[in-house]
């Protein structure tokens, strides 16, 4: 039984287009993060939500555009894709904010 | 600015060596984590520590926290070739009003050779 999931695993996509991805978490966690990593390996916050609550927005585009219909999902929804957004995206929950982060498998997006 | 480095960036080193990873962070704080990246895989947790002074050991690895130095550790001893990673610590910082900022290290690349 996986714990927090992701979907897709890989993501190859043109310029231009819009794409999500979707997060979902069974721990019954309050708290759910969005984590991007580059090809360098740094791992930079982008979001955090507390029961359904959006509590940390990075500096991150506006073509970046989390959504959390209930405190078990937080997806993400990114339009007009650029090349520089090709990265691996992590969804990650915790019981609390402030918490031990339990992390998804990750999607790889590749923009060309 | 809520800084988090580590150092080395990377590691080399001989299969029954020791050698410490170091995680240093900009604002106090009392909770750090540890985990393990293998590549192409999803971040594991290895380590919770929660108060100053706080030291955690799990098979070759020990985790410590310096809350006064803002410091912690990651020692390993006797190196063996499945610990071969990168390793993250990261840091949580009270935002005030109940909230923290979950921010990661920089990572440790290591790799153990035989």
């Known amino acids: 039984d996986t714990a927090v999931s992701q979907t897709p695993k890989y993501l190859v996509t043109q310029m231009g287009n819009d794409k999500s991805i979707k997060c979902e978490q069974n721990l019954g966690h309050d708290t759910m993060y969005w984590y991007k990593q580059d090809s360098k390996k740094f791992l930079k916050i982008m979001f955090s939500y507390n029961n359904k609550e959006l509590i940390i927005n990075e500096t991150v585009p506006n073509r970046f555009s989390p959504k959390s219909p209930d405190k078990a999902h937080l997806n993400l929804h990114i339009n007009s894709l650029e090349l520089g957004d090709s990265a691996v995206y992590f969804c990650a929950s915790s019981r609390i904010t402030g918490a031990e982060a339990f992390f998804g498998q990750g999607t790889r997006l590749t923009v060309v | 600015e809520l800084k988090v480095e580590q150092n080395p960036l990377f590691l080399s080193m001989q299969e029954g060596k020791n050698y410490t990873i170091y995680c240093n962070y900009s604002t106090t704080s009392d909770r750090l984590y540890w985990y393990r990246q293998d590549p192409g895989k999803s971040l594991e947790s290895l380590f919770v520590l929660l108060s100053n002074g706080a030291v955690k050991q799990e098979g070759r690895l020990m985790a410590s926290l310096d809350t006064k130095a803002r410091l912690s550790t990651l020692h390993i001893t006797a190196a063996v070739h499945d610990l071969s990673a990168t390793y993250f610590c990261?840091?949580?910082?009270?935002?005030?009003?109940?909230?923290?900022?979950?921010?990661f290290g920089t990572g440790t690349r290591l790799k153990v050779l035989a």
């Open positions: 990261a840091v949580d910082f009270d935002r005030g009003s109940g909230t923290y900022k979950y921010i």
